[in-house]
C-alpha cells in the first residue's frame, strides 16, 4: 500500500506544478460594454480556467492558470474577440504565486 501512496503524491505533485497564474490588467473601454462576457467566450474556445471581474477604478482584472505561451496568445487573440464597443488600451501582465487551482472560467461581480 505504501507503494501506492507514494506514487499518487508524486502525481498529484506533478499535476500542482503543471499550471501557473496569470494575472491580467486591461485597461481603456471595458467596463459597461460587454467585454468581460468576450473574456469568458474566448477563455472557453480556448479551454482556459480563470475568471474576470469588473475593478472600481475602471479597469477589469483577468486571472488565467495556463502557461506562458497561451497567456501570451490570449493577449493576442483578445482584441480580435470583444464586443465592438470595447476598446483596450493596454493590458499588464503579471505571475501569481501559491494561487489554488481553478476549475473552469467565471464572471466575477
Known amino acids: ?5 507514494n506514487r499518487h503524491e508524486k502525481q498529484s505533485q506533478s499535476a ?6 496569470w494575472k491580467l490588467t486591461a485597461s481603456g473601454v471595458v467596463q459597461g460594454v460587454g467585454f468581460r462576457w468576450s473574456v469568458l467566450n474566448l477563455a472557453n474556445k480556448m479551454g482556459l480556467t480563470g ?9 477589469v482584472t483577468i ?19 470583444v464586443s465592438p464597443y470595447a476598446k483596450i488600451s493596454t493590458i499588464k ?4 504565486a ?3 487551482k481553478m476549475h473552469g472560467f467565471h464572471v466575477l461581480y
Open 16 to 21: 500542482q506544478d503543471s499550471f501557473e497564474t
Open 98 to 100: 501559491n494561487v489554488a
Open 51 to 59: 475568471n474576470v471581474c469588473n475593478n472600481s477604478d475602471q479597469t
Open 93 to 96: 501582465k503579471e505571475k501569481l
Open 1 to 5: 500500500m505504501a507503494f501506492f501512496n
Open 63 to 81: 486571472t488565467l492558470q495556463t502557461s506562458l505561451d497561451h497567456v501570451n496568445q490570449f493577449i493576442k487573440e483578445l482584441p480580435q474577440n
